[in-house]
């Protein structure tokens, strides 16, 4: 793996996504207009949009990376992209390394945008630092762009990509104490949860609406969701494909 690699794959990616303005829409527009919905949903009732509304702030992220990511990822094996890239001193670490920092930098201005509408325009009232949520958001986003990748190995379509959705991250958010708390669930629920990286960034989350500073537990949170996105992306690059048959 070579830094200069990885930094000039990560170029190409923002380049190719600066000039995608669909795409930069769904990234940028659209998380700040569910927030706004959730608010006219909730009317009159700031305690639970507060909850509800942080909350997503962190969910969002993770779910539009992993979508634009395993379609991305697939449609560069596709149309032989991949093949031809990995021909040349590229390994696939450096290609998969920079699509997380790509995808980052995004998440960066997908979470400031999305908690400034949130903070200043729609009211979010939390006891934490707005930055500290900003940071979660973009480490989900980083896990979302890990995960995608790595389930793109094992699609063959978009179609394909598509549907690790519903199977890698819709049982996440329903697990990961959004709608119930964790430990109302039942034992078995609990301990699957308890294994899925998206209850971490849920809970650092939590802690941010609830204390003032960072808190040792909301550190933990977080160095444990960093770390799955960091083993999601190496597996990626052991089981990535130079191209679809």
């Known amino acids: 793996m070579s830094l200069r690699i990885t930094l000039h794959t990560t170029a190409r990616i923002l380049r190719q996504l600066r000039h995608d303005r669909r795409t930069v829409a769904l990234l940028i527009v659209v998380p700040a207009l569910l927030l706004a919905l959730l608010y006219f949903m909730y009317d009159g009732s700031g305690g639970t949009f507060d909850r509800i ?6 969910i969002f992220p993770f779910v539009i990376m992993f979508l634009v990511t395993s379609i991305a ?17 590229l390994g696939k670490l450096d290609l998969l390394f920079g699509y997380g920092l790509a995808f980052g930098l995004a998440a960066a201005v997908q979470g400031a945008v999305a908690t400034a509408a949130a903070y200043w325009l729609l009211g979010l009232e939390t006891t934490g630092h707005a930055g500290l949520v900003v940071l979660i958001a973009v480490i989900n986003a980083v896990l979302g762009v890990a995960l995608g990748l790595l389930c793109s190995a094992f699609a063959r379509t ?22 119930v708390s964790r430990a109302q669930m039942a034992g078995w629920l609990e301990a699957i949860s308890n294994v899925l990286p998206l209850t971490y960034a849920v809970d650092a989350l939590v802690e941010v609406g609830r204390h003032s500073e960072a ?11 960093a770390g799955a996105a960091v083993v999601a992306l190496v597996l990626a690059a052991a089981t990535l494909r130079r191209r679809t048959p």
């Open 158 to 179: 978009e179609f394909q990509a598509v549907q690790f959705l519903p199977v890698v991250v819709v049982p996440q958010v329903l697990l990961c104490g959004l709608f």
């Open 73 to 89: 990822m697939l449609r560069e094996r596709t149309t032989g992209t991949l093949e031809r890239l990995l021909t040349t001193p």
């Open 215 to 225: 808190t040792t537990a909301m550190w933990r949170d977080l160095v444990i969701v």
């Open 53 to 58: 509304a942080l909350i997503m702030l962190g």
